[in-house]
């Protein structure tokens, strides 16, 4: 019977490139080269590659609309940025009204060229990070940021040649930097792209997507105003199942894959539709753009709790503080100078855990917990609500 150390040499010599390492290995050996040194600059190359933490300078801002604004930011040291896929994101850091805090804002820049990155930042209403990011940054103002990090890309072995982007606002911006990606590079890709914003002002790179329609064959945009003016010559309305349906047109919709990014309530309106068409979930990939608003119209919200009910949060050994079951936890713990590790802020990334020892919590379907999760009392704190008395272990 072979044993462990044979069996695994066996199946590493069917890994494709396994001798050539090992050959390359042995020459390196026969150099006097010391290994070891060898792992170390692995290593420095991998955290070069993803780095934890960015020095970032604005260097330009440009307002797309009345309400969003484009920061080009570059990399303090002058050195080019780290590689990314078009659809991540970097999370911002920022000390806000005397708490620190931290927003995931996607690229709408090419990933073909490092030299910059742009992240294109929409007002929210109510909102907090966003306002100091539109109304007190200016040009040459450092920032921190964590590396590139995120799911929400084009796989080619598994999505295939056909993408499908339906995006809602701010949603526009991984949108932008696929469609820019595939035209640098020369993906063999198309690319639909069914845009939804509120008012005419409020289209962000309406001119730049209006440009790279005429230039490109591969893309095809659908833009919608839901609420316009009298005057507006473009479509009207929301997205509904016969428009989708139309936009669509012919063909097996589940040879396409498709990307959804908006609020949510359009996220969810988009899947609904979707799945009314026949689309198989697996073609369907959602970044929900941060917690959602209104936790109290959703499903699941528990009747009986009022938006503007207040409930107390005691962190088991260190305080307690009051906030709104409408905020989300993590929120009003960082107004209350506790934070917690967080990347994604929209319920994916799980750095934010943290358990819950008593008390009652609403979950969106953002939350993508683990089953144990909720047997033992864990909850992705940027997307919970509590909705009573809780208290928690950090
Ligand atoms: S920060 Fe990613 S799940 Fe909360």
């Given amino acids: 019977m072979p044993n462990d150390n044979s069996s695994k040499q066996t199946v590493l010599s069917?890994?494709?490139?396994?001798?050539?390492?090992?050959?390359?290995?042995?020459?390196?050996?026969?150099?006097?080269?010391?290994?070891?040194?060898?792992?170390?600059?692995?290593?420095?190359?991998?955290?070069?590659?993803?780095?934890?933490?960015?020095?970032?300078?604005?260097?330009?801002?440009?307002?797309?609309?009345?309400?969003?604004?484009?920061?080009?930011?570059?990399?303090?040291?002058?050195?080019?940025?780290?590689?990314?896929?078009?659809?991540?994101?970097?999370?911002?850091?920022?000390?806000?009204?005397?708490?620190?805090?931290?927003?995931?804002?996607?690229?709408?820049?090419?990933?073909?060229?490092?030299?910059?990155?742009?992240?294109?930042?929409?007002?929210?209403?109510?909102?907090?990070?966003?306002?100091?990011?539109?109304?007190?940054?200016?040009?040459?103002?450092?920032?921190?940021?964590?590396?590139?990090?995120?799911?929400?890309?084009?796989?080619?072995?598994?999505?295939?040649?056909?993408?499908?982007?339906?995006?809602?606002?701010?949603?526009?911006?991984?949108?932008?930097?696929?469609?820019?990606?595939?035209?640098?590079?020369?993906?063999?890709?198309?690319?639909?792209?069914?845009y939804l914003s509120s008012f005419e002002t409020d289209i962000i790179f309406e001119q730049e997507l209006r440009e790279l329609n005429e230039a490109h064959d591969f893309l095809t945009i659908h833009s919608l105003v839901s609420r316009p003016t009298e005057n507006y010559q473009g479509i009207s309305g929301r997205i509904t199942l016969d428009k989708l349906q139309e936009f669509l047109g012919e063909g097996d919709l589940n040879e396409r894959m498709y990307y959804i990014c908006g609020p949510t309530p359009f996220n969810e309106s988009c899947r609904e539709q979707l799945t009314a068409l026949s689309v198989k979930p697996r073609r369907i990939r959602i970044e929900a753009n941060g917690p959602p608003k209104n936790p109290e119209t959703l499903d699941g919200w528990p009747q009986e709790v009022a938006a503007e009910k207040e409930i107390t949060v005691t962190i088991q050994g260190k305080g307690s503080f009051k906030a709104r079951v409408d905020e989300p936890l993590l929120n009003s713990m960082e107004r209350n100078g506790y934070g917690a590790e967080n990347a994604c802020r929209s319920g994916e990334c799980s750095l934010c855990r943290v358990k819950v020892v008593s008390g009652e919590v609403y979950n969106p379907v953002e939350a993508k917990l683990r089953k144990t999760d909720a047997q033992y009392g864990w909850c992705h704190s940027c997307v919970a609500f509590p909705t009573e008395d809780i208290e928690i272990i950090l």
Avoid: C, W
Avoid at 45 to 53: D, G, V, Y
Avoid at 128 to 157: C, E, R
């Fill in 14 to 194: 069917h890994v494709v490139g396994y001798q050539e390492v090992v050959d390359h290995q042995q020459e390196l050996i026969k150099s006097g080269t010391d290994l070891s040194e060898q792992k170390g600059h692995v290593a420095n190359t991998i955290a070069s590659l993803h780095p934890k933490r960015l020095q970032l300078t604005v260097t330009d801002i440009v307002e797309n609309t009345p309400s969003t604004k484009t920061l080009r930011v570059k990399a303090s040291d002058g050195r080019t940025l780290p590689p990314f896929l078009a659809g991540q994101y970097i999370n911002l850091f920022a000390t806000v009204e005397g708490s620190d805090t931290a927003r995931p804002y996607a690229m709408s820049s090419s990933p073909a060229q490092l030299s910059y990155y742009d992240l294109t930042i929409k007002r929210a209403t109510p909102g907090f990070v966003t306002h100091h990011l539109l109304d007190a940054v200016k040009v040459g103002d450092q920032l921190t940021s964590t590396g590139p990090m995120g799911t929400f890309y084009h796989n080619p072995i598994f999505h295939g040649e056909q993408l499908v982007f339906l995006a809602g606002g701010s949603g526009i911006a991984p949108a932008m930097t696929m469609i820019r990606d595939i035209a640098d590079q020369n993906k063999p890709l198309s690319f639909h792209l069914i």
